[in-house]
């Protein structure tokens, strides 16, 4: 079982593979880019490299590449939409440098259209980007679930299971379950049933080997409020009802990986990853006596 967080690049990737090291843990998330911006900086063989010593240099498992908030595949501006192909592009360049598990990012909003009436532009866009590079590299093209503001799409796993059929469902494609955003939709995931129910429908739909990794953070806003704000895991609305879906026994290959604010100014720190490892325990030990 890996346990991470999303931690900053300042000063290098390779300092963020530090940081996971110095703060137990064993799974990590970066940027590639300014996850506000378009533009993705040119990544040199030797900042990688760097990177990939540090890495194994601190025992560090899965690593994903989170890409830029600003992708949306279902734009209908077409300058948006090559953008958005281009910058995802771009991160899965990088991200196969860094010799990362996967690129987690997300699909976007259709505008009103529906899932349906966006399709037809989102799958040659991840078609474009999985045949990016090297084509044996292992680094998957992640899709994660979204919060529900707007429109958008991979809102429900029948969602993100449409896309991967219409994909023609190619290995190189995953997926990432954020515990705040299901808890957004209105998925009540400290309880037993609803945890039960989603993680049949990810094995019936997906395929539970699709599963990279869990995005495990807390949330700050009441259940089915369709907004996104983290808190640090036990230390929200979820509270320690988390370990409900961190300890199901059919969801252990995956990393759980932090997205929380953390104490301070450096994000999560070696309190959040031991609180990670405890929540997990907890609901290890719970699903032993059900
Ligand atoms: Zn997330
Ligand atoms: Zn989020």
Known sequence: MEFGAHLKTAGGAYKAAERAGE??????????????????PDLDPETAER????????????????ATYLIN??????????????????????AQAYQADGVVFHLGSHLGRGLDAALHQVVPALRIVLGEGNKRSKTRLVIENSAGAGNTMGLTLEDIARVIDEL??????????????????????????CVEELVSE???RIGLDRLV??????????????????ADPGDGLIGHKLSVMLGHPK???AA????????????????????????HRAGVRRHARA
């Open 23 to 40: 703060i137990g843990a064993d799974a990590l998330q970066i940027f590639t880019q300014s996850p506000r911006m378009w533009r993705h």
């Open 51 to 66: 990177f990939r010593a540090a890495r194994t240099a601190n025992d560090i498992g899965t690593v994903t590449c989170h």
């Open 73 to 94: 595949l279902g734009a209908t501006d077409d300058r948006i939409y090559s953008k958005s192909v281009e910058a995802l592009r771009r991160t899965m360049l990088a």
């Open 168 to 193: 023609g469902r190619p290995k190189r494609i995953g997926v990432c379950l954020d515990t705040c955003h299901l808890w957004a939709t209105g998925i009540d995931i400290r309880d037993p049933g």
């Open 202 to 204: 990810l094995d019936e």
């Open 213 to 230: 990794c869990l995005h495990v953070n807390d949330a700050a806003l009441p259940l089915g409020a369709r907004r996104d704000v983290h």
């Open 251 to 253: 969801l252990q290959h």
């Open 256 to 279: 759980q990986i932090t997205e929380s604010p953390g104490p301070g100014p450096d994000g999560p720190d070696k309190t959040t990853i031991a609180a990670l490892r405890r929540l």
